[in-house]
């Protein structure tokens, strides 16, 4: 990275990744690319503020998705529905990352101030544990109920059940891929809870990390992303 702070090509934005990598360099990062905004890091649900409305898109959403994808889950795969509603374009709780910081960094360039975050999906959830549980480094099946002890699946019901139930914090999760662009897009979420505040004000620096690309390098590092095989046939492959 430059003096400046700014990223202004390739090698410098893979250089900064490297060296902030170093928290636990044997554990996941993902990466979410955005505009740079005031808008805080949220769901797009909540990016008026909380909604009452979160269930009731939910259930037009899986009363009419046969009309519009040849394969949908079973009725009771909530968890299933939730991110296919989210592929979909349907406001959610769900927060979009990548596994991939090149395909993080391609949504990003998508916009004309670009804006990269990198997550340690792992920290995040030893945060959102009960601390009567110890320390619990997993991604947690979002679909298993554990009595209360398993966050995510609290989360998941929050969205269904007029976010009654919850943890304070998100947790991070792999989606059953529902649809072929989530399995090329090496999608994954953070799945907000009871607390509907910007991930970015959630937790502290060392898991979350801001990278701000300057606008002027955009179409150059777009070419080099199509260079190294980030394109958008990739990242959204043909359904047919």
């Not at 009567?132 to 991604?139: D, I």
């Not at 959630?202 to 955009?218: E, F, G």
């Amino acid at each position: 990275m430059n003096a400046t702070g700014v990223i202004k090509g390739i090698e410098e934005f893979i250089a900064a990744v490297r060296e902030d990598s170093a928290w636990k360099p044997e554990e996941p990062k993902w990466f979410r690319g955005e505009p740079e905004s005031t808008t805080a890091l949220v769901p797009t649900l909540y990016r008026r503020g909380p909604t009452q409305h979160e269930n009731a898109l939910l259930q037009m959403f899986r009363a009419r998705a046969s009309g519009y994808h040849d394969v949908v889950p079973i009725r009771d795969h909530t968890d299933q529905w939730l991110f296919l509603a989210r592929h979909a374009g349907l406001p959610t709780r769900l927060l979009d990352w990548s596994e991939g910081a090149l395909i993080g960094l391609y949504f990003a360039l998508k916009e004309d101030n670009p804006v990269i975050w990198m997550l340690n999906p792992l920290e995040l959830n030893q945060l959102s544990y009960d601390p009567s549980l110890g320390q619990v480094r997993e991604f947690p099946l979002v679909w298993l109920d554990r009595g209360g002890a398993n966050p995510a699946f609290e989360n998941l019901r929050g969205a269904w059940e007029n976010d009654g139930p919850g943890a304070k914090l998100p947790l991070a999760i792999h989606p059953t891929y529902v649809h072929p662009r989530l399995r090329s897009q090496r999608s994954c979420f953070t799945i907000h809870g009871k607390c509907k505040s910007g991930l970015d004000t959630l937790v502290p620096q060392s898991i979350l990390r801001r990278y701000v690309v300057d606008p002027a390098s955009r179409r150059s590092m777009i070419n080099d992303l199509a260079l190294l095989g980030i394109t958008h046939s990739v990242v959204f492959p043909s359904t047919v």
